[in-house]
């Protein structure tokens, strides 16, 4: 075996170290796209027709809470964007734990995620869609 210096290693491990989260966080965008399975029935990942149930969620790290103009929301949703409330990932990950805990009257129909893992891959992914949409409450 070759003898490398021992400042080279400590390079080496710093450099590996370094990539490590940037690794990390791109498995859990794979994992959370298939995760989204569980959403897609109900969410489209782009803009447009045809519409589902649910808003798109392009863009949605970022989004003003409840503000596509074209999508009718819940009142709750709705002010909650109109006083300034954006979905940050935490946000996100704490709403998909359990929609109704945050917005009692949502109709978003669904029971929530109670793995922090599987939530963790979930935002990873989300952040990676699109560019964000207009954060400004759409005027009604
Ligand atoms: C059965 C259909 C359905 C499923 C499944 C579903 N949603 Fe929803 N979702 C909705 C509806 C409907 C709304 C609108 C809520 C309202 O206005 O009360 C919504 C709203 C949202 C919003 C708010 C978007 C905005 O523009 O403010 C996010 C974020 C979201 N859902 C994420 C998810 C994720 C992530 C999943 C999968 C883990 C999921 N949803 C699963 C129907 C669904």
């Not at 075996?1 to 990390?24: C, F, G, H, K, T």
């Not at 709403?95 to 979930?122: H, V, W």
């Not at 935002?123 to 207009?134: R, S």
Request: overall charge positive; some cysteine.
């Amino acid at each position: 075996m070759a003898i490398v210096p021992r400042q080279s290693v400590q390079i080496i491990a710093l450099v590996l170290l370094s990539l490590w989260p940037a690794a990390a966080r791109a498995q859990d965008a794979e994992a959370g796209r298939k995760l989204f399975r569980r959403c897609a029935a109900c969410h489209a990942l782009v803009p447009g027709p045809p519409l589902r149930a649910g808003p798109h969620l392009d863009g949605v790290v970022g989004r003003a809470i409840g503000s596509l103009s074209d999508y009718s929301y819940n009142g709750s949703l709705r002010n909650a964007g109109r006083a300034g409330g954006t979905w940050t990932e935490e946000r996100l990950s704490q709403f998909i734990a359990d929609p109704r805990a945050m917005f009692p009257d949502t109709k978003m129909n669904f029971a929530g995620i109670p793995s922090d893992q599987e939530r963790r891959d979930l935002v990873a992914f989300l952040a990676t869609l699109g560019d964000p949409a207009p954060t400004r409450p759409a005027a009604r």
